[in-house]
């Protein structure tokens, strides 16, 4: 009986620790994308508490367009996502050189940000 009342107990607070997860997921976080004239940074905000999640430097960019374009001409590229579950605006990839190869970035941009992007991308 013990045993039983202990895997109740841990299933218990596994499914309320997902269940948490999930809410602070869709309702809670919120992402930013800040544009400077030499980087783009992405920052994941939670409440009011605001964390850096990646600087993309824009000397660095090789694509910008649809998700699923990045993904066939990036199959093996490192995703970092940046993107809203109830966001209304269309996701934007964005690769860019690292370090550690080619990254893309997964972002709802506006259209004043998707355009400028681009823009930087023609005029390299």
């Known amino acids: 009986a013990l045993v039983v009342y202990s895997a109740a107990c841990v299933g218990f607070w596994a499914l309320g620790g997902l269940i948490a997860l999930w809410v602070l997921r869709v309702y809670v976080v919120k992402f930013s994308y800040e544009l400077g004239q030499d980087v783009l940074q992405l920052n994941r905000s939670y409440g009011k508490r605001k964390r850096h999640i990646e600087d993309v430097y824009l000397s660095q960019l090789v694509f910008v367009g649809e998700p699923a374009a990045a993904k066939k001409k990036y ?50």
């Open 75 to 124: 199959p093996d590229a490192r995703r970092v996502r940046a993107i809203h579950a109830r966001g209304t605006d269309p996701v934007l990839a964005v690769a860019y050189k690292s370090a550690q190869g080619v990254r893309v970035a997964l972002i709802q941009a506006n259209e004043e940000l998707r355009a400028r992007l681009i823009e930087r991308l023609r005029g390299k």
